[in-house]
């Protein structure tokens, strides 16, 4: 019977091609040992990668969807402390209104007016602010402030009830010039009005947020606010007496304003209320199915460190023949 054996340069290439298969297993057991996953991915998934790939779909959506409520988050946050501000100044601007109009002795003391210019500015600008680079009470028109500036307000203001004489018609023809739409939104508000667009927080839900600077009950509040800014004006003729009066109508006025902001401020955390819900259910569901991924492509610890050893035996077996085979010569053979 004849016999086939492999020459010494072909068995030197088989053994070169075992050593080298052995450390790229060796290389990879230890990458999934360090790693936790599977380096084989086709392997473990037999070929079929449609629900690895709707798995790290729904990851990269919920992604995107986490990114959109952190934007909302921020966003309403800031809202609803512009509108605690502006309810923190008008409240005590109406305190500050009634207890200076002294009741029929006049105006007992400061200066009422100048008061409530200061804080027309600081409402009108808290109005005007912006958060990473978009305007909050414009609408769609992010790009740019919601109203022109307390001093253009003033002077149209004054344009519309400049002839009236008694603090009563002075009330009625600011109340007409802002309800009116050629009046104050027209002439000082520069948003748009059109809302925004709702926050897209799921592929099935979204929340929105309409809050503009022309609000019945913001409007209300600059109402007030510039009559008293303007009360004390030459231009109006008022008498001491009569300013007095117009002090302590718009004072109340601010007063019955609180309950009109605590609505407004309301609609903003129902918003934010939901934001939270929305965006605690998507973290639930990006927890899941990172689990339901990191499952499929796990790779056992207990089994991985197994065979890991036993390709380490192989190897360090495979170095041993090697160099035996390496010392072999015919002296030692004869």
């Known amino acids: 019977m004849s016999s086939v054996s492999?020459?010494?340069?072909?068995?030197?290439f088989l053994l070169q091609r075992r050593s080298v298969s052995l450390r790229q297993d060796l290389a990879r057991l230890t990458d999934e040992l360090s790693s936790g996953r599977v380096a084989d991915v086709r392997d473990v998934l037999s070929g079929n990668h449609n629900y690895l790939s709707g798995l790290e779909r729904s990851i990269a959506v919920l992604e995107g969807f986490s990114v959109a409520t952190t934007e909302a988050t921020f966003f309403t946050g800031a809202v609803q402390t512009s509108l605690d501000r502006i309810q923190e100044f008008s409240g005590q601007l109406g305190i500050d209104l009634i207890m200076a109009s002294g009741g029929p002795v006049g105006v007992i003391s400061g200066s009422p007016s100048e008061n409530a210019e200061k804080q027309?500015?600081?409402?009108?600008n808290t109005l005007n602010g912006a958060i990473a680079g978009r305007?909050?009470?414009?609408?769609?028109a992010t790009d740019g402030p919601a109203l022109e500036s307390t001093e253009t307000l003033l002077t149209e203001l004054m344009t519309a009830v400049s002839g009236q004489t008694t603090p009563e018609d002075i009330i009625a023809a600011a109340e007409t010039w802002f309800s009116d739409p050629a009046g104050f939104d027209a002439l000082i508000y520069t948003g748009s009005d059109t809302a925004l667009a709702p926050f897209s927080l799921s592929e099935t839900e979204s929340v929105s947020l309409d809050i503009r600077a022309n609000d019945p009950t913001l409007k209300e509040v600059l109402k007030n606010i510039a009559v008293a800014a303007l009360a004390s004006d030459p231009t109006l003729g008022l008498s001491v007496k009569q300013q007095s009066e117009l002090f302590g109508i718009v004072g109340l006025g601010l007063q019955s304003d609180q309950d009109l902001i605590t609505d407004l401020r309301s609609r903003v955390g129902l918003a934010e209320a939901r934001i939270d819900q929305i965006a605690v259910r998507n973290q639930a569901e990006e927890t899941s199915t990172e689990f339901a991924r990191n499952s499929l492509l796990e790779a056992d610890p207990f089994e991985t460190a197994t065979r890991l050893e036993s390709v380490q035996f192989q190897l360090q077996s495979l170095y041993s023949v090697t160099v035996r085979n390496s010392q072999l010569s015919l002296v030692n053979f004869l």
């Open 120 to 124: 027309l500015e600081s409402i009108m």
């Open 6 to 12: 492999l020459g010494d340069l072909s068995h030197s």
């Open 135 to 140: 305007s909050m009470f414009a609408g769609t």
